[in-house]
């Protein structure tokens, strides 16, 4: 399988950001992120991961009662990212 260059990994995850930047305040599992960008559900998961150590996503661990997810991640963009965005 060939590898992905950096510059494309960075376009993807800016599709992300605009994605999660144009349903904001809406929490979406990490399925609808993939779904919408039209990738794979583990490499979406690894870059929303990255986005998430660089501050620019937030996850989402518990549903609206306070219970964990088990298997399932949701995905809202940060405040900092928004602001950011809402300025462009």
């Given at each position: 399988m060939p590898r992905i260059s950096d510059e494309?990994?960075?376009?993807?995850?800016?599709?992300i950001l605009s994605y999660?930047?144009?349903?904001?305040?809406?929490?979406?599992?990490?399925?609808d992120v993939?779904?919408?960008i039209a990738r794979d559900e583990e490499f979406v998961k690894r870059?929303?991961?990255g986005l998430e150590e660089k501050g620019l996503v937030v996850r989402i661990g518990k549903n609206s009662?306070?219970?964990?997810y088990l298997k399932r991640m949701r995905w809202r963009i940060s405040n900092r990212a928004h602001a950011v965005y809402a300025r462009l």
């Open positions: 494309k990994i960075e376009k993807i995850s800016e599709q999660l930047y144009g349903v904001f305040p809406k929490l979406v599992f990490t399925v993939a779904r919408e870059l929303l991961l009662k306070g219970e964990v």
